[in-house]
């Protein structure tokens, strides 16, 4: 399978950026061989990532990927043998895996995902039965999937203090559901590792917690190979106590919209870029995409009209959004076959397993990608990214992929961290 093709930004700033990580390859990899003796990483994780050119940045962090799917299949052997490697170092004892899924049972992309997912950790020498939380499901109910798979979904059920299937107990339970409406009575309190950590859940998580442990790897690593941070990182600020309905905090809104960008306006003349500064304001949890709007100016978020507060006040599960994270926008300068694309990288464990292009054809260069209408081209690495060509040209494809797969790394860093805080308020340090 080829490498979709890629009209990119290969001339300023962005080669220079690649450069540099090309030249500090072995630094760079002995930095993060430190940190992951230091922080553990989740089992599993996307990073959204934009290419503006000039910049190249993670814009969302999730920790329950629902895309194994749109996956190269070529890449497959990687994901089994990190999932080996995740297992061995969380979990090392798991021989039997319950694996739970979102509720989606009419959403067949969603399905074939779970059906990749459930291959993988099959293949790494597990036992995987699917246990579903949906209250439809009362019995083994068999779906049909549109590539002549088969999925059996299972009621999930309590047993005192562990939870199972008729005739299974599992060692390990792996949610692929992000708990957008809470924790279930079901799984709080179980003896069995869950993974990724109820913690991990959309009822809990906020972007701006991830961001603020990103600023923090940022820094770091912008130390370690002589760059400014800010082109790795997005700018962000946070507004909460919203009420969408009624335009409460309408004003602040504004506020941190006009500080944002002025911010950017200010780094852009710095670096010489003719550019429009956007921002993008986003509900502070949750995914698909939902609760986003680009704005150019603050007074596009005063006055919205009932549409756009339709839109920006709840968000999957039905939950209403009163706080939102205010980040600068990263538009993406990436194409396949005219239309816009971002990079999505996958990983498991601390490895870099794979990526496809979200593409839009009805979307623009500063406008969110995640929205019905998208598809998925998968990315097919010249080489993993983690092994870049380093006497090629930076443009080369293992060596842009490097660059793609070491900001990927360095957001899952940032979630271990965010997820640490998150068990332990106080501050938690890089390893040195």
Not at 102 to 131: C, D, M
Not at 134 to 153: H, K, R, V, Y
Not at 220 to 240: C, K, S, T
Not at 393 to 402: L, V
Request: with cysteine; charged share 20%.
């Amino acid at each position: 399978m080829s490498v979709p093709h890629l009209v990119t930004a290969l001339t300023g700033p962005l080669l220079d950026l690649e450069r540099k990580i090309l030249a500090a390859q072995p630094e760079i990899e002995h930095w993060f061989r430190n940190q992951w003796q230091e922080h553990a990483p989740p089992f599993y994780g996307s990073v959204d990532l934009r290419n503006a050119g000039y910049k190249l940045a993670p814009v969302d962090m999730n920790l329950f990927p629902g895309g194994f799917n749109n996956l190269n299949p070529d890449f497959h052997p990687l994901a089994v043998q990190a999932a080996m490697s995740a297992l061995e170092d969380l979990c090392p004892s798991a021989r039997r895996v319950l694996l739970i899924p979102e509720n989606h049972t009419r959403n067949q992309f969603y399905l074939q995902n779970v059906a990749a997912l459930a291959k993988i950790l099959r293949q790494a020498g597990l036992n995987v039965r699917i246990g579903s939380l949906n209250p439809e499901i009362t019995g083994p109910t068999t779906l049909e999937l549109p590539d002549s798979q088969a999925l059996t979904l299972e009621p999930v059920k309590r047993h005192g203090s562990r939870v199972g299937l008729d005739g299974f107990d599992p060692c390990a339970v792996l949610l692929n559901n992000d708990l957008s409406a809470g924790v279930p009575p079901l799984l709080q309190h179980v003896d069995q590792q869950i993974l990724p950590p109820l913690r991990a859940g959309w009822h809990s998580r906020r972007k701006t917690e991830h961001f603020a442990a990103y600023d923090q790897v940022a820094n770091d690593f912008a130390r370690l190979i002589g760059i400014d941070p800010w082109v790795i990182n997005p700018y962000f600020d946070h507004v909460d106590a919203l009420d969408f309905h009624s335009r409460e905090g309408e004003d602040r809104l504004a506020a941190a919209v006009t500080t944002m960008l002025e911010r950017t306006r200010r780094k852009y003349a710095e670096h010489g870029i003719d550019e429009a500064p956007y921002v993008i304001v986003k509900a502070n949890a949750g995914t698909y995409g939902m609760g986003v709007m680009s704005v150019k100016s603050a007074d596009e978020v005063i006055g919205l009209n009932r549409k756009q507060r339709n839109k920006m006040s709840v968000v999957k599960e039905g939950l209403e959004v009163h706080d939102v994270i205010v980040q600068e926008g990263v538009p993406t300068f990436e194409s396949v076959d005219g239309a816009v694309a971002e990079p999505v990288i996958y990983m498991l464990d601390r490895f870099v397993v794979g990526g496809f292009y979200r593409v839009h054809t009805g979307r623009g260069i500063d406008e969110n990608l995640n929205a019905p209408g998208m598809h998925f081209a998968p990315l097919a690495f010249a080489s993993p990214c983690s092994t870049p060509d380093c006497d090629g040209a930076p443009d080369s494809e293992p060596n842009r992929f490097y660059s793609y797969g070491v900001v990927a790394r360095m957001a899952l860093l940032a979630a271990s961290l965010e997820l640490e805080n998150a068990q332990a308020p106080e501050a938690v340090a890089l390893a040195v």
